[in-house]
Nanobody, 124 residues
Framework: VQLQASGGGLVQDGGSVRLSCAASGRLFSNYNVGWFRQAPGKEREFVVVISASGDSTAYADSVKGRFTISRDNAKDTCYLQIDSLKPEDTAVYYC??????????????????WGQGTLVTVSS
C-alpha cells in the first residue's frame, strides 16, 4: 500500500491542524494505520494507531486528549486531528501501515509501509 501524508504547515501555539494520510494500491481496510513524529535531532516516536476496521485506537500518553485519529475506509484515508498545539509538537509527522493482525505496535520496525511525512511547525 502506498501512503501520502498531507496537511502540515505553520500553526500558532494553541491552534489546530488536521493531517491526512491517503492510501492507494491495496485494500486499505486490511491495514492498521499509525502516526509517528520526528522532531529535529530526536528519534521517531509513536503517536497513535487505529485498527484496520477503525474500532480500536491507542494513543501515546503524551498526546492523549489533544490528538484524535480517525479513518474513512470508503475514502482510503486516515486523519489525525491535533488540537491545542504546543511548540513541542513541532515535528515531521509520518503515517504508516501494517497488517491488521499486528495490532497496537508502537515500534516503527513493525510497520511495512510509510508515507513521506508532513511537517508541522508550531510557533510560540
Amino acid at each position: 500500500v502506498q501512503l501520502q501524508a498531507s496537511g502540515g504547515g505553520l500553526v500558532q501555539d494553541g491552534g489546530s491542524v488536521r493531517l491526512s494520510c491517503a492510501a492507494s494500491g491495496r485494500l486499505f481496510s486490511n491495514y492498521n494505520v499509525g502516526w509517528f513524529r520526528q522532531a529535529p535531532g530526536k528519534e521517531r516516536e509513536f503517536v497513535v494507531v487505529i485498527s484496520a476496521s477503525g474500532d480500536s485506537t491507542a494513543y501515546a500518553d503524551s498526546v492523549k486528549g489533544r490528538f484524535t485519529i480517525s479513518r474513512d475506509n470508503a475514502k482510503d484515508t486516515c486523519y489525525l486531528q491535533i488540537d491545542s498545539l504546543k511548540p513541542e509538537d513541532t515535528a515531521v509527522y509520518y503515517c504508516a501501515a501494517n497488517r491488521a493482525t499486528i495490532w497496537n505496535s508502537r515500534t516503527p520496525l513493525r510497520y511495512s509501509y510509510w508515507g513521506q511525512g508532513t511537517l508541522v511547525t508550531v510557533s510560540s
